[in-house]
């Protein structure tokens, strides 16, 4: 049996895997000129004042959380429809989690709901502090329209681009806080590129970045205007705020600078990939991904949904049949509020509609630089033969 087409994988080259070595050889495995020289590239790329490296996209979530000021008695709203890090970053502050539906087009956070929801939520006096949109397979939110509503109600904006980098908003760079206060990149090797494990996160305040640079490690400074009084002696420095050690290190940082140079041709690919699929699936009981104008996607992922209603078969059925072909599928996601751990804080079925609707639907098929022409018709073979039987 040949080996399962995975649903998305990481593209290393010869530079790539040259630049790692590089470190390896230098003097600094951490802590080096690595780390901000790829702080510097991203910020660069995405047109933003700071970008602060982590070891994580999940760090990078919950160090943002707390530079807002998210603590016990918060409130924090993300969607549904994501990895369980855009969650579990408020429960790590003691703050109380809420979720959004989502858009039926579009599977990221309805806008519309999201209105409603603060209209109700103001009448109780239980406005969140922060609210977290994910860009779903890529597809930027309606920035704008969730900005408007911060104004209107007074909560800060993380996005969670962890699958967007490369993408565009309105023809500017996602990640460049224009609409939010904090961006999140991961570089997870699924992602568009990657640093094995690693994120980013972006501001263009410069007391959020000197906040999340504290928080990263340990909250201790060597800046003399920082402390609370003048140094003991060269070897002094001061723990101010109770941080952790969510560094970087020079090896991975190496690595994510060396993919920043092919991420547009990587964005690219993913949208030619996208375009044969999209023709591919033309007259298939499938919806295929809707992209609204505003947006240029990452393309992180390609989910389409099936018309169950014209199948004959169940869901499962069909993601069981692509499985056995060999084909990687996934379903991102499931509702995080189902997991047990948010059914134990109080979460039932039903809370979200339209997120468990495409939950019922949803599969991710395989998408990644290294994805041939023979493989996606092979995809699209087994799809049709899964549905079929
Ligand atoms: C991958 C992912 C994360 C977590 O990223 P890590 O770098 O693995 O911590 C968070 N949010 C979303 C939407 C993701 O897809």
């Known amino acids: 049996m040949t080996a399962m087409i995975p649903y998305g994988r990481q593209d290393i080259s010869e530079a790539d895997i040259q630049a790692v070595v590089d470190v390896l050889r230098s003097d600094y495995l951490t802590q080096g000129p690595a780390v901000p020289a790829f702080e510097k ?14 070891n994580s996209a999940t760090s990078a979530l919950h160090v943002a959380c707390l530079a807002l000021g998210v603590g016990p008695n918060d409130r924090v709203w993300t969607s549904p429809i994501t990895f369980v890090a855009s969650a579990n970053c408020a429960l790590y502050c003691g703050a109380q989690v809420d979720f959004v539906d989502i858009d039926p087009r579009t599977y990221n956070m309805s806008v519309d709901s999201l209105a409603a929801e603060l209209q109700q939520a103001e009448k109780s006096g239980v406005l969140p502090k922060v609210v977290i949109p994910v860009h779903l397979c890529g597809q930027p939110c309606d920035m704008a329209g969730i900005h408007a509503l911060a104004q209107r109600y007074g909560f800060k904006i993380i996005e969670d681009a962890s699958h967007a980098i490369g993408g565009k908003y309105r023809d500017e760079p996602i990640g460049n806080c224009r609409y ?109 991904p809707w992209q609204h104008a505003d947006s240029y996607s990452g393309l992180h992922l390609y989910v389409i949904r099936l018309k169950l209603d014209e199948i004959g078969k169940t869901h499962r059925q069909v993601f069981e049949a692509l499985r056995a072909a060999g084909i990687g599928v996934n379903l991102h996601y499931i ?22 609707r495409y939950y019922a639907e949803a599969i991710s098929l395989p998408m990644y630089l290294g994805l041939t022409a023979a493989q996606q018709d092979k995809v699209i073979a087994a799809l049709v033969e899964s549905i079929a039987k």
């Open 335 to 356: 509702p995080v509020y189902r997991q047990p751990y948010y059914e134990g804080l109080g979460f039932k079925a039903g809370h979200c509609p339209q997120a468990e």
């Open 180 to 288: 939010s206060d904090i961006s999140i990149f991961s570089f997870h090797p699924v992602k568009i590129i990657t640093t094995a494990e690693g994120g980013m996160a972006m501001t263009s305040d410069a007391q959020l970045a000197k906040k999340m640079q504290l928080l990263r490690s340990h909250g201790i400074t060597r800046d003399a205007n920082e402390m609370t009084h003048a140094s003991d002696g060269p070897w002094y420095y001061q723990q101010i705020d109770l941080g952790f050690n969510y560094r970087m290190t020079d090896m991975q940082a190496a690595l994510g600078l060396s993919q920043m140079r092919r991420l547009d041709e990587f964005v690219a690919k993913r949208h030619s990939l996208a375009k044969r699929y999209d023709q591919l699936l033309e007259g298939m009981p499938v919806t295929t």
């Open 41 to 54: 590239c991203i910020a660069d790329y995405c047109d933003v004042q700071h970008a602060v490296a982590m």
